[in-house]
T-cell receptor, first 113, second 116 residues
Framework: DAKTTQPTSMDCAEGRAANLPCNHS???????VYWYRQIHSQGPQYIIH???NNETNEMASLIITEDRKSSTLILPHATLRDTAVYYC??????????????FGSGTRLQVQP | GAVVSQHPSRVICKSGTSVKIECRSL??????MFWYRQFPKQSLMLMAT?????????EQGVEKDKFLINHASLTLSTLTVTSAHPEDSSFYIC????????????FGQGTRLTVV
């Protein structure tokens, strides 16, 4: 799986958009970008994933650069409940059933009231 | 959506005793489940892969005789921490891939094990 680099921590004001960057300059053509988050003392939660097009769901938006070497997870209106560690993971999709996800250090997002 | 349920959420046990943690996929079948361990302020580390109908595979450094894994059915995997010691105190998390063409993985709520 391609290596990812994320900032260690970020702060965001409640109600504002939270933009979490991820660098994955060695991403391969068949690798997707996945985002998960882990709220304190809970298991990780799937957020979103994408290949090259921007994606949006009820939780977040994922913006992938044209060269696919970096991406940004956007939480449009952050709430206190979005305080968590956010993990960016790059891997081939069809491998999910055979290999576990590998977690890096992630970004600790603190949403401030 | 798919849900993975883990039980218990929290357990305290005495040194030398064994603890069993259950992981169930509630609305889908999982031939493979994964067990992770997470120490304070650290990321999740894969311990082992649980395979329905066959032996689990363990990551390097994880003692298979200490962390017994049983994948008895397509919806249940169990992790038993045998002869627990204080250094086994950790947050244990199971995961199951959605399968069926879906590519995301689902995680249990985690089990906080404290060995005293």
């Amino acid at each position: 799986d391609a290596k990812t680099t994320q900032p260690t921590s970020m702060d965001c004001a409640e109600g504002r958009a939270a933009n979490l960057p991820c660098n994955h300059s060695t991403i391969s053509g068949n690798e997707y970008v996945y985002w998960y988050r882990q709220i304190h003392s809970q298991g990780p939660q799937y957020i979103i994933h994408g290949l090259k097009n921007n994606e949006t769901n009820e939780m977040a938006s994922l913006i992938i650069t044209e060269d696919r070497k970096s991406s940004t997870l956007i939480l449009p209106h952050a709430t206190l409940r979005d305080t968590a560690v956010y993990y960016c993971i790059v891997r081939p999709p069809l491998d999910t059933g055979r290999r576990a996800l590998t977690f890096g250090s992630g970004t600790r997002l603190q949403v401030q009231p | 959506g798919a849900v993975v349920s883990q039980h218990p959420s929290r357990v305290i046990c005495k040194s030398g005793t064994s603890v069993k943690i259950e992981c169930r996929s509630l609305d889908f079948q999982a031939t493979t489940m994964f067990w992770y361990r997470q120490f304070p302020k650290q990321s999740l580390m894969l311990m082992a892969t649980s395979n329905e109908g066959s032996k689990a595979t363990y990551e390097q450094g994880v003692e298979k005789d200490k962390f017994l894994i049983n994948h008895a059915s397509l919806t249940l995997s169990t992790l038993t921490v045998t002869s627990a010691h204080p250094e086994d105190s950790s947050f244990y998390i199971c995961s199951a891939p959605r399968g069926g063409g879906g590519t995301e993985a689902f995680f249990g709520q985690g089990t906080r094990l404290t060995v005293v």
